[in-house]
């Protein structure tokens, strides 16, 4: 059965900090789906990244960047020099192929200081 | 594209009622899901649509709950009764494609259930 696993509950840092949140993920399958998702107090969710089982290059974009590791199976999100907008709720999600189904891990709370 | 649609944004009724939640998907999306949102159980899918046809409606708690699509620009999330326990927020989301393309989220609605 598929699951996805992120141990953070809540992480609070002062801002310019770098901050990672970690995703651990569980799939029996070969062909699979990673997805980051932002909710910003605002509510709405917002789509970050997707990656694909086959390609482990790591992605960076901005001051966002993503360690995809199968060996280990994570997927782990880095935010490099935080800022006050950076708060909000991530979901680390799985998706396995020929599902149509996404399954989302518990959600880490970040709060980035003043 | 205006995005997923939802309304009402915010619900607030007496146990015992009916309540009708309302999404509009993303043009040309195949995929319509309902997601439910709690402090304790996190995001869970409660139904999804492809092309209309109910796919997968094993996350809907009871029977209490259902869920249309009479066409591709809409679709229905009932509860009725509705009972405190029912309190959450719901949301909805459309994907052009299956579990491998990311899903776009509304707003949500927030149900409180008195």
């Known amino acids: 059965a598929q699951k996805v696993t992120q141990a953070q509950t809540e992480i609070s840092v002062v801002e310019k900090e770098d901050v990672t949140l970690d995703c651990v993920y569980e799939?029996?399958?070969?062909?699979?789906?990673l997805f980051w998702y932002k909710q910003p107090p605002s509510g709405e969710l917002v789509f970050l990244i997707r990656r694909n089982s086959f390609d482990e290059q790591n992605e960076i974009s901005g001051r966002y960047s993503w360690n995809f590791q199968k060996s280990t199976s994570s997927f782990n999100f880095t935010i490099t020099a935080s800022q006050v907008v950076d708060s909000a709720v991530y979901f680390c999600a799985l998706s396995e192929a020929g599902d149509d189904k996404i399954i989302f891990g518990k959600g880490t709370r970040l709060h980035i200081l003043p | 594209d205006a995005g997923v649609i939802q309304s009402p944004r915010h619900e607030v009724t007496e146990m015992g009622q009916e309540v009708t939640l309302r999404c509009k998907p993303i043009?040309?999306?195949?995929?319509l899901f309902w997601y439910r949102q709690t402090m304790m159980r996190g995001l869970e899918l409660l139904i999804y649509?492809?092309?209309?046809?109910?796919?997968?409606d094993s996350g809907m708690p009871e029977d209490r709950f259902s869920a249309k699509m009479p066409n591709a620009s809409f679709s229905t999330l009932k509860i009725q009764p509705s009972e405190p326990r029912d309190s959450a927020v719901y949301f909805c989301?459309?994907?052009?494609?299956?579990?491998?393309?990311?899903?776009?989220f509304g707003p949500g609605t927030r149900l409180t259930v008195t």
């Open positions: 989301a459309s994907s052009p494609d299956r579990g491998w393309s990311e899903q776009y």
């Open positions: 043009s040309g999306h195949d995929y």
């Open positions: 649509f492809n092309n209309n046809v109910p796919i997968d």
């Open positions: 799939t029996r399958d070969t062909t699979y789906y």
